[in-house]
């Protein structure tokens, strides 16, 4: 069900020992993550600098992959992305790799749409042909994200925030509408630990932890998966490195904010939980806001 971290701060930050030797680092993660389970089949990273974005992607797993170490030591940006994949829907393949990108918009997602093979259509009949043509892969994070974006041209003038809470709405509705039974709505059990959750709610539950941006904003939803947050008042001194991890002048330092978000817990701070059944946003200041997703 896959792994992913992300981070939005006001001023070039690197991410390089979250990802690779903090305590709970992604790297750990793609081997075995909280549940027990690895997540082997691909990883990327995205980011955002001086609004450039930059995407890497690769099949092989993450805790293999020599590639992974050199990305890792490289990203830095005041938006960052990566993820570690366990395939649900859709093969190991480049094409189903995360992050998906359009422009500089960037999606991770943690989770899955039960009775995808119902909802595809209806996601697809929603869309324009040519974002339709665009899909490249057979995931449906993928297509999360085309529909997003369709949104956000259909809505031009409406948040990120409310383009994601119409987006899981629809999502809701047609599984809802599919053939296969599906929990669509925030589940009652606690989804805070996923070790205790039977199987069969696992799988029959719709679960979208998105995040994504387009290029500006970072945003998304908790819907029943794991996710975490931390804020960060000052550059983060790293007890791994020894070393602060932001790019910013002394006499700067007290401007800077940051807000990680992450499926788990990644370094022994405090880290707060996202609710489950809400939507959040990370401005440029780098702070968080989140409120319950409403129901159609």
């Known amino acids: 069900?896959?792994?992913?971290?992300?981070?939005?701060?006001?001023?070039p930050t690197h991410a390089a020992c979250e990802l690779l030797d903090a305590q709970n680092a992604l790297i750990h993660q793609s081997r075995q993550d909280g549940r027990g389970l690895a997540n082997?089949?691909?990883?990327?990273?995205?980011?955002?600098?001086?609004?450039?974005?930059?995407?890497?992607?690769?099949?092989?797993?993450?805790?293999?992959?020599?590639?992974?170490?050199?990305?890792?030591?490289?990203?830095?940006?005041?938006?960052?992305?990566?993820?570690v994949r366990r395939a649900t829907v859709g093969t190991p393949a480049l094409t189903n790799t995360h992050p998906f990108r359009h422009g500089d918009a960037f999606l991770i997602h943690n989770g899955h749409i039960p009775a995808f093979d119902e909802v595809r259509p209806q996601l697809c009949a929603a869309l324009s042909m040519e974002r339709a043509e665009a899909i490249r892969g057979s995931t449906d994070s993928e297509h999360v994200l085309a529909l997003l974006l369709q949104l956000r041209a259909d809505h031009p003038d409406v948040s990120m925030g409310t383009i994601t809470e119409m987006a899981i709405n629809r999502l809701r509705s047609w599984c809802a509408a599919a053939a296969a039974p599906v929990n669509t709505g925030v589940s009652d059990v606690p989804f805070d630990d996923l070790t205790t959750v039977p199987h069969e709610v696992l799988h029959g539950t719709l679960a979208l932890n998105i995040i994504?941006?387009?290029?500006?904003?970072?945003?998304?939803?908790?819907?029943?998966r794991t996710l975490w947050y931390r804020e960060r008042r000052a550059p983060y001194l790293c007890p791994i490195c020894g070393n602060p991890h932001a790019e910013v002048?002394?006499?700067?330092?007290?401007?800077?904010?940051?807000?990680?978000?992450a499926s788990e817990r990644i370094t022994d701070e405090h880290w707060r939980s996202v609710p489950n059944g809400s939507g959040f946003s990370v401005d440029g200041a780098g702070k968080l806001s989140?409120?319950?997703?409403?129901t159609a």
Not at 213 to 223: E, I, K, P, Q, V
């Open 1 to 11: 069900m896959c792994r992913l971290y992300a981070l939005r701060a006001t001023h």
């Open 40 to 83: 082997p089949d691909g990883w990327g990273m995205a980011r955002m600098l001086a609004g450039e974005g930059r995407c890497f992607r690769q099949v092989t797993p993450a805790s293999q992959s020599a590639t992974y170490r050199r990305e890792a030591l490289q990203l830095h940006g005041t938006l960052l992305m990566a993820h």
């Open 249 to 261: 002048s002394r006499s700067d330092a007290g401007s800077y904010r940051a807000t990680v978000l």
């Open 290 to 294: 989140h409120r319950p997703l409403a």
């Open 212 to 224: 994504w941006t387009d290029g500006t904003t970072l945003g998304g939803a908790r819907y029943n």
